[in-house]
């Protein structure tokens, strides 16, 4: 069991952020996809989830992988925070749920992330989607520079 900072706006935030930057360099290589990472951290600072795009398969993102390690029932989850590198998916072409509405299918309450979907591939508003259901969505831009990085290859 990982344990880290509580999450928390500020110095926790960015220490998870920086987290699941460090998961996305992991991503097999993908001309047709980001290569993201997520932590799923209880409000105590315990991981309970993590994961990284294309992971288990080459349809997978990281949101979902890390959901997945997430007992649906785990009572931690209504406290707990998503942080993902990139903005969480509204439409995708791998499988039929984005992962904003895998977020929106849990009772996770906040969603932080660092840089937000280019529309490289499709035209994302799951920030939006999250917000206007009720989660505290957290956008972290000065952590951009490590996630525009990995995904360089998709940049030009």
Do not use: I, K
Not at 37 to 61: E, F, I, M, N
Not at 77 to 89: D, K, M, N, R, V
Not at 112 to 124: K, Y
């Amino acid at each position: 069991m990982t344990v880290g900072p509580p999450p928390a706006e500020g110095g926790a935030d960015a220490y998870w952020l920086r987290r699941a930057v460090d998961l996305s360099r992991n991503c097999p290589p993908s001309t047709t996809a980001f290569s993201v990472g997520a932590v799923v951290v209880a409000a105590d600072g315990t991981v309970l989830g993590q994961g990284y795009s294309r992971r288990d398969s080459p349809r997978d993102h990281a949101e979902e992988v890390a959901l997945r390690e997430v007992e649906a029932d785990d009572p931690r989850l209504g406290g707990a925070t998503l942080y993902s590198s990139l903005e969480p998916c509204s439409a995708r072409s791998s499988r039929p749920v984005p992962c904003a509405e895998l977020v929106l299918g849990t009772p996770v309450p906040r969603v932080v992330f660092a840089w937000r979907e280019p529309e490289l591939f499709v035209d994302c508003d799951g920030a939006e989607r999250l917000r206007r259901a009720g989660r505290d969505v957290v956008e972290r831009p000065d952590l951009v520079g490590g996630v525009r990085e990995v995904n360089a290859h998709l940049l030009g």
